[in-house]
């Protein structure tokens, strides 16, 4: 079986409208690096006609995949997604809303052999005050727990990074799949471990597609729940 260089992992949930363009975006960019790749959408149970849109992009593309899964959740699904993605040297989280350009995979790719971790920054972000302010928490808050130097992540949950296959897999089998924001515990993992890290700064574009207040108070009681989570992965030894 032919290498695979890297496998794009792509949590979706009713993206029916932009899915199809996202996927053939992501296509290009990978073809034109002449890379070995897969592009696997987990389809988190939903409600719109995501799965048969895809399934229909699988049928004429064999580096498309498709796993359906029942309504769990964004975290959980990542969590799947990192738990169940195929063997690849290198394995990459991708949004469906591209809030950053796929185009700009590549100044990540190049620095792949500098990093344990390579990961955006989102830059000229537009979404409102209290996501911004639920960043910088948990920057510092990661900061705080687990940074071993003076290392800070700027932007621990942002979907853009790239780390190797070998290595997501003895991370993720130190985080519980109940725990929310998979990414911030990968970049809890390598900033104890004092792994080499690089952050990149990438243009966001904003996508928010939620109310406000819903937003607000979900990402509150989220924010808290997670607070707690990292307490306890802070005293783990791993």
Same mark, same amino acid.
Request: aromatic share 10%; glycine share 2%.
């Given at each position: 079986? &032919?290498?695979?260089?890297?496998?794009?992992?792509? %949590?979706?949930? $009713? &993206?029916?409208?932009?899915?199809?363009k996202?996927i $053939?975006?992501?296509?290009? *960019?990978?073809?034109?690096?002449s890379?070995n790749y897969?592009?696997?959408?987990? !389809?988190?149970?939903?409600?719109?006609?995501?799965?048969?849109? *895809? @399934?229909?992009?699988?049928?004429?593309?064999?580096?498309? *995949?498709?796993?359906n899964?029942?309504h769990?959740?964004?975290?959980?699904?990542l969590?799947?997604?990192?738990?169940?993605?195929?063997?690849?040297?290198?394995?990459f989280?991708a949004?469906?809303?591209?809030?950053?350009s %796929?185009e700009?995979?590549?100044?990540?790719?190049k620095?792949?052999?500098?990093?344990?971790?390579v990961?955006?920054?989102?830059?000229?972000?537009?979404q409102?005050? =209290?996501?911004k302010?639920?960043?910088?928490?948990a920057?510092n808050i990661?900061a705080l727990?687990?940074?071993q130097?003076n290392?800070?992540? $700027?932007d621990?949950?942002?979907p853009?990074r790239?780390?190797k296959? &070998?290595?997501?897999d003895?991370?993720i089998?130190?985080?519980? @799949?109940? !725990?929310?924001y998979?990414?911030i515990f990968?970049?809890?993992?390598?900033?104890?471990?004092?792994m080499?890290?690089i952050?990149?700064?990438? !243009? =966001? !574009?904003?996508?928010?597609?939620?109310?406000?207040l819903?937003?607000f108070?979900?990402?509150t009681?989220? @924010?808290?729940?997670s607070?707690?989570?990292?307490i306890?992965?802070? $005293?783990k030894?791993?």
């Open positions: 079986m &032919e290498k695979i260089d890297i496998i794009v992992i792509m %949590p979706i949930y $009713n &993206e029916e409208k932009i899915i199809v996202t $053939n975006r992501w296509d290009s *960019v990978l073809s034109k690096l890379l897969k592009i696997e959408i987990y !389809n988190d149970g939903s409600t719109d006609n995501c799965s048969k849109v *895809v @399934e229909k992009v699988t049928k004429t593309n064999s580096n498309v *995949v498709l796993i899964n029942v769990k959740g964004f975290s959980k699904t969590y799947y997604a990192y738990k169940n993605c195929g063997d690849a040297d290198y394995i989280h949004d469906a809303d591209n809030e950053i %796929p700009d995979f590549e100044l990540l790719w620095e792949r052999g500098n990093a344990d971790l990961i955006a920054r989102r830059v000229n972000r537009s409102p005050i =209290h996501r302010i639920a960043t910088n928490m920057k990661i727990l687990f940074s130097s290392k800070i992540i $700027n621990t949950n942002v853009f790239l780390l296959k &070998e290595l997501l003895k991370i089998n130190t985080i519980d @799949e109940r !725990n929310l998979p990414n990968i970049c809890a993992y390598c900033l104890k471990k004092q080499r890290i952050e990149i700064p990438l !243009n =966001h !574009n904003n996508h928010n597609r939620q109310s406000y819903n937003n108070l979900k990402l009681y989220d @924010e808290i729940i607070f707690i989570q990292l306890k992965y802070a $005293n030894n791993f």
